[in-house]
């Protein structure tokens, strides 16, 4: 396991410098400049602030500088947040963002594996339908919609919840309660539905069969052998998931005014902030990197025929 996770490592090496060059050159080509502004600069001040930053110099040699500064782990300063460096930007911003995410993931999992499991085992019933309604409501529905909806309901109406703002340091259950719930529900509903469909072949699988016969009893057969079976799948999804909800959750930020990287990312990338929109591209494509080599390794634990040399 550990040959083929050092195997994994050396071929994301050549994956992120392909991500870098791609991110940075679509940055570069893309209409408008960091210092379009409503305000006019006279041609002085624009051709000092290039010279400063370095864009006056070649595409080229402004790679190959970048690949430097991250080399030395220099992500630059932002172009757009003042007296601010990236880093300082992302460190701020990341531990928002992972909280609510891992909460959210965390908070699915418990919910969707459940209803999946219990769909599949009352397969073409009335539960059934009903878990699999809500499911496909719960992923037509955007967090945009449901958002505001529970901030209105929950935070306004009712007074239960606060609706905006979270503080790390004084982080309590009520500031998350909303964020996180609506960051969920479309995760709940797709693990739902991928667990139910997974238990539904599992449990006709002729291994469940055997074990049935062998006289083993129902909760036994669920969950030392069907239930690590349908859970494969999941595992796969989890990987790329995760590092979505930890770093795309915009709306979520957005609605609820959290200080995390989704909003930072969105925007710097309307107002052509280089270095910060890198600096998220850079770290998702490594969340998704290293999530994804966790999950195979996990579905290696769970299923025994997998076998990594």
């Not at 870098?20 to 408008?32: D, S, T």
């Not at 602030?49 to 630059?76: E, H, R, T």
């Not at 499911?135 to 505001?148: D, E, R």
Request: charged share 15%; glycine share 8%; hydrophobic share 55%.
């Amino acid at each position: 396991m550990l040959a083929y996770s050092m195997r994994r490592i050396m071929v994301a090496i050549p994956t992120m410098f392909v991500i870098i060059a791609v991110a940075f050159f679509m940055m570069r080509l893309a209409p408008g400049s960091p210092f379009d502004t409503e305000r006019a600069v006279s041609p002085e001040i624009r051709a000092q602030l290039l010279a400063y930053y370095g864009f006056d110099k070649p595409l080229y040699v402004q790679f190959l500088d970048y690949l430097k500064g991250l080399a030395s782990f220099d992500l630059g300063p932002s172009l757009i947040y003042k007296d601010q460096t990236v880093s300082e930007i992302i460190g701020s911003g990341f531990p928002v963002s992972m909280t609510i995410g891992l909460c959210a993931l965390l908070l699915a999992i418990c919910v969707g594996v459940p209803m999946g499991l219990f769909a599949a085992l009352k397969q073409n019933s009335a539960p059934d339908y009903s878990i699999m309604a809500i499911a496909m409501a719960g992923i037509c529905i955007p967090s945009l919609v449901v958002g505001p909806i529970l901030s209105l309901v929950f935070g306004v109406y009712l007074g239960w919840l606060p609706t905006a703002g979270l503080d790390l340091g004084r982080m309590t259950f009520e500031t998350l309660v909303l964020p996180v719930v609506t960051l969920s529900l479309a995760q709940i509903a797709i693990i739902s539905r991928l667990v139910r469909s997974s238990a539904v072949e599992v449990l006709r699988s002729n291994f469940i069969r055997t074990a049935r016969a062998k006289g083993l009893p129902e909760s036994q057969v669920l969950s030392k052998h069907a239930l690590r079976a349908a859970l494969l799948p999941l595992v796969s999804y989890l990987g790329p998931a995760c590092a979505g909800l930890i770093t795309g959750s915009v709306v979520v930020e957005t609605v609820f005014q959290l200080p995390g990287i989704g909003k930072n990312f969105v925007n710097s990338a309307l107002q052509r902030d280089y270095p910060v929109v890198m600096a998220v591209v850079i770290l998702y494509a490594c969340l998704i990197i290293l999530l994804n080599l966790l999950a195979d390794l996990a579905y290696g634990l769970l299923d025994p025929k997998v076998k990594y040399e």
